[in-house]
């Protein structure tokens, strides 16, 4: 009789692992740091950013990474899909911090990311609640995860601040 396996380390964990340090290194050679969240609701890490003089910029960017073992891409191909929870876009959609979504391939160690906000509003008449649990987004291959992507990220956040600057300022 074989004994009883215990509690095992899988893949999927590994990967998982994987995935968050690959993000959190080209983070933080734009000397930016990476906050893991603990508690996970739907976001996985908080990038605060800095600038050239090494003072903290205001904001932040809030990414969630999914781990996989492999991307199937053809040659040609410009974007490829991936499934994600509706109840997480419905979050991610409200968030005033910009919100990126990253996938991992630990075969070819490489993440493609996709700016979740900027995704859903040039969708022109999608109802997020007329699809399923489950809704499949198209991340450009192009979208390739390194440090000019992080100053990309920042950017993202600056544009959010400077609309909500020009409100207040009307």
Known sequence: MKPPIGKRRTREHVIADLSICFV???ALLCGFTVERMHHDYGIDLEVKTYNANGEIEPGNVLIQVK???GIAIRKGQTKFPFRVQRSDLLHWRKEKSPVIFIVFDATKRRAYWLYV??????LIDFNIFAAGDRITVHIPIANRVNPAAFRKFAQFRDRIANQVEEVYHE
């Open 24 to 26: 959190e290194w080209h």
């Open 67 to 69: 781990a996989t073992d």
């Open 117 to 122: 906000q900027q995704y859903f509003q040039a």
